[in-house]
């Protein structure tokens, strides 16, 4: 559970959300957290940075700081600060991630941080991230309208236009925003998505569902493919695919490595170089509904590259440097360079 309330003299005062777009609902409670003193300062924690675009996850967190900002007086931007997270879809290590961001953003702002309080709506499990700090003091606060983000997306992302609508949900800067994002090349990508996510569950259900990913590494190379299809169109992925009725895990995922990328490796070398499995069931890991992958590590002995090349559902395959990888992060699909991260050594740019 959160912590017990703090009082009104919080040095600064955390705001954590995606914010996807953001709405009034939003705005109603940076305002609160901007109010709680005088002078007090409003952090602004921005999830899933640094990812891919994707039909839930569409603007990037410098887009939604600049609408954020956009949407503040001069002396209210001025008294915010944002702090960009990555998704870890493991709560101690994106807690102490979030923790570590703000602490070190009050620090550059020069901000004293004895007092410190977290404030936010908890309105079902998708909030239980509220009760990951117990360091800080909680502000609980009621919820403001009945708004959401994903009911925005809904209307953004449609058919037809809905300006005037969402006009109504969000402040007039986002608004703006929102109106000059319909006519760049990531919106229509993002439309795509969107469609293709609704039919994928109206033909398939939300699951939950078995899938196998292979995560083959080989002279200091791991082996990618490109999707060729909505969701993910364009964007890098392990191999992988749905697990088969009578099949067995380590079987699934050598079939789906091998018809997606034709690697020139026979499946008895494969079954030896096999280094380590992990499942991956963050219910969020997917747009596509509730997807469990097991990830199996295939860490070949070799000095050169063996053939691949794109096949089945997948465009392209292609051997990447590991120590590039961390540059990739914004090219790859759903939870794919957190699966990487878990096998690999991949150095950090940030």
Known sequence: MPSPTLDATATATILIGRFQPF???????LRAALARAERAVAVVVLGSSWRSRNARNPFTWEERAGMIAASLTGDEAQRTLFVPVRDYYDDARWSA???????????????????????????????AYLGLFPQWAF???????????????KLYF??????????????????????RWRSAPAFAAMREEYAAI???QKEWGSGPFVTLDAVVSAAEHV?????????????????????????????GA???????????????ELVHALRDVAVFDHPDRSLRGRII??????????DTLPAVAGADDAADARWFPIAGLAGMEADMFEDHFVVLERFLKIPQQR
Do not use: C, M
Request: avoid cysteine.
């Open 158 to 179: 449609g058919d037809a236009d809905h300006t005037t609508a969402i006009a109504a949900l969000v402040p007039g800067a986002v608004a703006d925003f929102l109106a």
């Open 293 to 302: 992958t097991h990830a199996h590590w295939f860490d070949l002995p070799l």
């Open 254 to 268: 050598i079939r789906e490595l091998q018809e997606e990328t034709g690697i020139a490796v026979p499946a008895s």
């Open 223 to 251: 082996l990618l493919v490109r999707r060729g299809a909505p969701p993910g169109k364009g964007l890098w992925a392990v191999p992988g695919g749905f697990l088969e009725g009578r099949e067995r895990l380590l079987h």
């Open 23 to 29: 709405h009034n609902g939003h705005a109603a409670l």
């Open 97 to 127: 991630a979030t923790a570590a961001g703000v602490r070190a953003a009050l620090a550059k702002a020069g901000v004293d941080t004895p007092r410190l309080a977290l404030i936010g709506f908890q309105k079902d499990e998708s909030t």
């Open 139 to 153: 502000v609980a606060s009621e919820k403001q309208g009945d708004i959401d983000a994903a009911a925005v997306r």
């Open 198 to 200: 609704v039919a994928y």
